[in-house]
């Protein structure tokens, strides 16, 4: 039997319940799948999504690390852009790049990257 792959879940380290939502769901458009604490003045541990790609962001300790980086593939990276360039979000204005196709990269305020690329073999 061959070795088959499933979906990869990322798990971002947020450190601000109110940041992260106003970027993954105000800014980027993303849906809360599902939010847990453990209990009162606990850390948050969260799942968005938009379409096919889901995230978790924790506020744990130990659960991911500040500055992590990844790309997601994306079929039009001018749509992306043209969205989220109309929403003139305070902290992130990204442009489109050219490099091993075409894409946008969008850091959080936890310094994570999240690079949408477009692939160049149409």
């Known amino acids: ?11 971002l380290r947020i450190f601000n319940e109110e940041k992260a939502k106003e970027f993954y769901v105000g800014f980027l458009s ?16 969260m799942q968005v999504s938009r379409g096919g790609l ?7 300790h130990g659960d991911g690390t500040p500055g992590s980086k990844f790309i997601v593939a ?3 990276v001018d749509e ?9 979000y305070k902290y992130n204005r990204p442009g489109i790049r050219h490099e091993f196709g075409k894409s946008v990269t969008v850091i959080d305020p936890f310094h994570n990257q999240i690079t ?6 149409k």
């Open 1 to 11: 039997m061959a070795i088959e792959f499933g979906r990869v879940t990322p798990v």
């Open 30 to 45: 993303f849906k809360i799948d599902w939010e847990h604490r453990f209990g009162d003045n606990t850390p948050l541990y």
């Open 54 to 60: 889901v995230l978790h962001l924790s506020e744990h």
């Open 74 to 76: 994306i079929n039009s």
């Open 80 to 88: 992306l852009h043209a969205e989220l360039d109309e929403k003139k």
């Open 116 to 121: 949408f690329r477009e692939d160049d073999k």
